[in-house]
């Protein structure tokens, strides 16, 4: 399973959150055997940036995983208007 997080950040938020994602994405990696990665819509709209967070090969129960992750972290508070997860999964798995 697939998950991508998406969210908006205020542009002075940006700098001191984009760490803690990083370190956040690291833990989930180590602890869970996810791979990572954060990414950001190119340019701004209506003052915000869009994030996305993407965590590839995830177990079946990561997304309580990652909500604890989120909470014990904090960065959940730098997400303007909440964060949205959607789920993916590999056409051979849903058949």
């Not at 370190?23 to 180590?30: E, T």
């Not at 915000?48 to 959940?76: C, H, K, N, R």
Request: with cysteine.
């Amino acid at each position: 399973m697939d998950f991508y997080v998406y969210y908006k950040v205020a542009p002075d938020a940006a700098v001191a959150l984009a760490p803690r994602v990083k370190l956040l994405q690291q833990q989930l990696a180590a602890s869970h055997g996810v791979v990572t990665a954060l990414k950001r819509r190119p340019g701004e709209q209506n003052g915000m940036q869009t994030w996305m967070e993407v965590y590839t090969g995830a177990p079946s129960d990561f997304a309580a995983l990652l909500d604890l992750a989120v909470q014990q972290s904090g960065i959940a508070a730098c997400a303007n208007g909440g964060r949205h997860t959607e789920i993916f999964m590999d056409l051979e798995a849903c058949a």
